[in-house]
C-alpha cells in the first residue's frame, strides 16, 4: 500500500515558476509509476506526465510540453512536477497518482487515464493569476 502526500502548491503569476513534490509512504516507489494529474473546477481530471519507476522514461502531455518536467529521487521516495512558464489555464488542483509497476505502458490510454492508477494522493491547489 502505498501513500502519497502531494506539496509545494500555491498562488503565483503568469510566467513564474513551481516545483510540486509527492512523497511516498508504505512502499518503496520505485516499484512504482508515477504520474500527475490534475483537475480544474468544473472540469475533468487530466492527465500532465507519468515516470518510469526508474526515472528513465517519462511522457508528458501536449498541452504542458516544453513548460513542465516530471523526474523522480527514489533515494529520497519522491516525485517532482517542475512548472515553468505558468498560465491561467494551469491552475487545478494538482494530484500525484501511482500505479505497481515501473515500466511505462506502450498505450497511451493505459499512460494518461486515472482509472489506471490505485494510489491518489489528497491534491494541492496551483492557481495561476495576476
Known amino acids: 500500500q502505498v501513500q502519497l502526500v502531494e506539496s509545494g502548491g500555491g498562488l503565483v503569476r503568469p510566467g513564474d515558476s513551481l516545483r510540486l513534490s509527492c512523497a511516498a509512504s508504505?512502499?518503496?516507489?520505485?516499484?512504482?509509476?508515477t504520474a500527475w494529474f490534475r483537475q480544474a473546477p468544473g472540469k475533468e481530471r487530466e492527465f500532465v506526465a507519468i515516470?518510469?519507476?526508474?526515472?528513465?522514461?517519462?511522457f508528458v502531455a501536449d498541452s504542458v510540453k516544453g513548460r513542465f518536467t516530471i523526474s523522480r529521487n527514489n533515494v529520497k521516495n519522491q516525485v517532482y512536477l517542475e512548472m515553468n512558464s505558468v498560465k491561467p489555464e494551469d491552475t487545478a488542483i494538482y494530484y500525484c497518482?501511482?500505479?505497481?509497476?515501473?515500466?511505462?505502458?506502450?498505450?497511451?490510454?493505459?499512460?494518461?487515464?486515472?482509472?489506471?492508477?490505485?494510489?491518489w494522493g489528497q491534491g494541492t491547489q496551483v492557481t495561476v493569476s495576476s
Open positions: 497518482a501511482a500505479e505497481l509497476g515501473g515500466v511505462l505502458p506502450a498505450s497511451s490510454r493505459n499512460r494518461m487515464s486515472p482509472d489506471k492508477y490505485r494510489y
Open positions: 515516470i518510469s519507476g526508474t526515472g528513465g522514461s517519462t
Open positions: 508504505g512502499s518503496t516507489l520505485s516499484n512504482h509509476r
